[in-house]
């Protein structure tokens, strides 16, 4: 994009040029920090699974498997239920930080 200058001349927009630095430095940022974290495949969830078959004996698997499904689905669910009468009794600044 070329920026027209008022004493004349064109020059490329500064401005845009570090936005999308900020923008290409930003975004390889995310790249590592998430893959790092396990975010960029979905690690975490590997390893939960694989904690529940050590936490639970054998005959109870299913059981323990059964249960870790619900409670995380369930939570899922009944999450923006609970938030909204949350923000709806006591505000958005508390639901927020209740959510932090």
Not at 5 to 22: T, W, Y
Not at 35 to 42: A, K, L, P, T, V
Not at 74 to 99: C, E, H, R
Request: charged share 15%; proline share 4%.
């Amino acid at each position: 994009m070329v920026w027209n200058h008022p004493h004349g001349g064109g020059d490329r927009d500064p401005d845009l040029r570090r936005d999308f630095f900020v923008d290409l430095v930003s975004r390889f940022i995310h790249l590592v920090y998430s893959s790092r974290c396990g975010n960029r495949f979905n690690g975490t969830s590997s390893v939960l699974y694989a904690t529940v078959a050590e936490m639970i004996a054998p005959s109870a698997r299913s059981r323990g498997y059964g249960l870790y499904y619900a409670i995380t689905l369930g939570s899922g669910g009944i999450a923006p239920i609970v938030y909204g009468l949350l923000t709806d009794s006591f505000g958005l600044s508390l639901t927020i930080i209740a959510v932090a």
